[in-house]
């Protein structure tokens, strides 16, 4: 049986306490098999002012094509505009690939 892809996701969140709410929910549901996240600083433009504040990335472990369920899950914890994008990877280890399978089997 062929192994299905695994992609990176990398969320914005306002604080390391929100993306932990949301990580936790995306594990618990095994949407994910894994997550980090750590403080950054952003720019960004809001109605024509460039904005600078403290965000914190979630990346995301998990299979391919999983956005939408991820975005399900953050949107019930985020209620502001963020960024959710997913990066294909070309390849990645065997022993990692086969832990997400095993954890993240679909019931």
């Known amino acids: ?3 299905e892809e695994i992609a990176l996701y990398y969320l914005t969140c306002s ?3 929100e993306a932990q709410v949301v990580a936790n929910d995306l594990l618990r549901q095994k949407i994910a098999v894994c ?3 750590f403080p950054i600083t952003c720019a960004y433009l809001w109605e024509g002012e ?3 504040e403290a ?3 979630l990346i995301v ?3 391919a094509g999983r956005r939408e369920a991820i975005e399900q899950v953050v949107r019930r914890h985020i209620d502001y505009t963020q960024f ?3 990066l294909p990877l070309a390849s990645v280890n065997e022993a990692f690939a086969t832990w997400l399978d095993r954890e993240c ?3």
């Open 15 to 17: 604080t390391p306490e």
């Open 61 to 63: 472990k998990a299979r």
């Open 1 to 3: 049986m062929p192994r």
């Open 50 to 52: 460039i904005q600078q």
């Open 84 to 86: 959710i994008g997913e």
């Open 55 to 57: 965000e914190t990335v």
């Open 105 to 107: 089997a679909d019931e």
């Open 35 to 37: 997550t980090n996240w």
